[in-house]
């Protein structure tokens, strides 16, 4: 059965600081996803990462995926408010149907 | 904007009700996913279908069933509903290219059952 980690699973940092986000999963896939969900609200599309080594960069976040070792790592830089959310990662599981499997959630809450 | 339509957005009901919760995904995706969120149980997986068959089942209660229209919209009953069923409900939908499968949420049905 496929399982999909996400580690720390809530997070306080202070604006300014770096901290990286990790998502394990337990089986082969070479697509990992990232999504982030504001209280309340949708989940939004940040990142797609589609081969091992994949990097990916939008302002203070960077994602990276590392297929051999079943890990994505999402990276925040510099820390601000704004970033408070709860990110996701997705794991596609290849097959002849598609099928797109979700980690728990990392809340993070930046904190001034 | 995702291109998910999720109606309606906001349910209070009464429990041992039934509800169902409708879904029409963005143009062109053939799977739909239902997704279930509550504080305690985070985001849970339900039900995926693509092109209007069952393609897998998460933990979906026996209370619960979906199914997809010829449309490809897809609508989720609720029966016998319990305190516990209070949530958020997602659909998402996708379609797989060469650069992956990349779900879309919709904006979620809020379940409430008093």
């Known amino acids: 059965e496929l399982k999909v980690e996400q580690n720390p699973l809530f997070l306080s940092m202070q604006e300014g600081k770096n901290y990286t986000i990790y998502c394990n999963y337990s089986t082969t896939s070479d697509r990992l996803y990232w999504y982030r969900q504001d209280p309340g609200k949708s989940l939004e599309s940040l990142f797609v990462?589609?081969?091992?080594?994949a990097v990916k960069q939008e302002g203070r976040l960077m994602a990276s995926l590392d297929t051999k070792a079943r890990l994505s790592t999402l990276h925040i830089t510099a820390a601000v408010h704004d970033l408070s959310a709860t990110y996701f990662c997705?794991?596609?599981?290849?097959?002849?149907?598609?099928?797109?499997?979700f980690g728990p959630g990392t809340s993070l809450s930046v904190i001034p | 904007d995702s291109g998910v339509t999720q109606t309606p957005k906001h349910l209070i009901t009464a429990t041992g009700q039934r509800v169902t919760l409708r879904c029409s995904p963005r143009?062109?995706?053939?799977?739909v996913y239902w997704y279930q969120q509550s504080l305690d149980q985070g985001l849970q997986f339900l039900i995926q279908y693509y092109n209007g068959e069952e393609r897998a089942k998460g933990n979906i209660l026996e209370r619960f069933s979906a199914q997809q229209f010829p449309d490809l919209h897809s609508e989720l009953n609720l029966s016998s509903l319990e305190l516990g069923d209070s949530a958020l409900y997602f659909c998402a939908s996708s379609t797989t290219k060469e650069g992956g499968t990349e779900a879309f949420f919709g904006q979620g049905t809020r379940l409430t059952v008093v």
């Open positions: 997705a794991v596609d599981i290849r097959g002849y149907y598609d099928k797109v499997i």
């Open positions: 143009s062109g995706d053939l799977s």
């Open positions: 990462l589609l081969s091992n080594g």
